[in-house]
C-alpha cells in the first residue's frame, strides 16, 4: 500500500522569500517520488524527480527536494519565490515494480504576494 | 510530436447519459491512467493498465468503465451510475519501470447537466 500526505493544502509566501512544501509519504518499499506542478488551466508538468542516485533533488525553475528515508519525508524547497511560482503543486508516490500505481497527494496552492 | 492527447477538451451531458472519453498516446508507454480531479481533492485514480488488455481499479473506480484493446489507446466511459459525474479528468501514460514519471494529457472537463 502507498499513500501521500501533503502537509498544507495552502501557503502563501512573499516574492523573494523561501519556499517550502511539505510532503510524507507512506510506502511498503522503496517508492518512486516526484513533484508536479499545476498552473491555471495547464496539465501537469514535472518538476522533479527522486531517483535514489542522490538525496538531495534539483529541479525545473530552481525547486528542489529532498528525501529523507527516517522521516518519510520529500519535502519541496526553493530559496526566492517568484510570482510565476504561483500554482498548486502535487507530490506523487509510485510503485516501483509490478503494477504500478501512481498516487497523488490533495495538491498544495502556493500563493505569491508582491 | 509525441504526446497524450485528450479529447474532447469541454463535454456536457444530460444526466443518465453515459459518454466515453477519449485518450491516446504515441509515445509507446506501457502504462496508462485515468484520474478525476476536484478542487481541493487532488488527482484521485479511477482506473490503470499496465499492458493491453488488462486494467486494475484505482480508488475512485465505481460508476467508471475502461478498455485498453490498444497500447496506444484507453478510453473512459463514465457511466449512469456515477453519482457526481462532473469534473476534470486527466489521461496519464509512463514508461513501465522504476522512477519512471506519468506525462499528462491537457485534459477533459466533463459537465452533465
Known amino acids: 500500500a502507498q499513500s501521500v500526505t501533503q502537509l498544507d493544502s495552502h501557503v502563501s509566501v512573499s516574492e523573494g522569500t523561501p519556499v517550502l512544501l511539505r510532503c510524507n509519504y507512506s510506502s511498503s518499499y522503496s517508492p518512486s517520488l516526484f513533484w508536479y506542478v499545476q498552473h491555471p488551466n495547464k496539465g501537469l508538468q514535472l518538476l522533479l524527480k527522486?531517483?535514489?542516485?542522490?538525496?538531495l533533488v534539483k529541479g525545473i525553475n530552481g525547486f528542489e527536494a529532498e528525501f529523507k528515508k527516517s522521516e518519510t519525508s520529500f519535502h519541496l524547497t526553493k530559496p526566492s519565490a517568484h510570482m510565476s511560482d504561483a500554482a498548486e503543486y502535487f507530490c506523487v508516490v509510485s510503485s516501483p515494480w509490478g503494477y504500478q500505481k501512481v498516487t497523488f497527494g490533495i495538491g498544495t496552492k502556493l500563493q505569491v504576494i508582491p | 510530436d509525441g504526446g497524450i492527447t485528450q479529447s474532447p477538451k469541454y463535454l456536457f451531458r444530460k444526466e443518465g447519459q453515459n459518454v466515453t472519453l477519449s485518450c491516446e498516446q504515441n509515445l509507446n508507454h506501457d502504462a496508462m491512467y485515468w484520474y478525476r480531479q476536484d478542487p481541493g481533492q487532488g488527482l484521485r485514480l479511477i482506473y490503470y493498465s499496465q499492458i493491453v488488455n488488462d486494467f486494475q481499479k484505482g480508488d475512485i473506480a465505481e460508476g467508471y468503465s475502461v478498455s485498453r484493446e490498444k497500447k496506444e489507446s484507453f478510453p473512459l466511459t463514465v457511466t449512469s451510475a456515477q453519482k457526481n459525474p462532473t469534473a476534470f479528468y486527466l489521461c496519464?501514460?509512463?514508461?513501465?519501470?522504476?522512477?519512471?514519471?506519468?506525462?499528462f494529457g491537457q485534459g477533459t472537463r466533463l459537465t452533465v447537466v
Open positions: 496519464a501514460s509512463k514508461v513501465a519501470g522504476m522512477n519512471t514519471e506519468a506525462f
Open positions: 527522486y531517483t535514489s542516485a542522490a538525496t
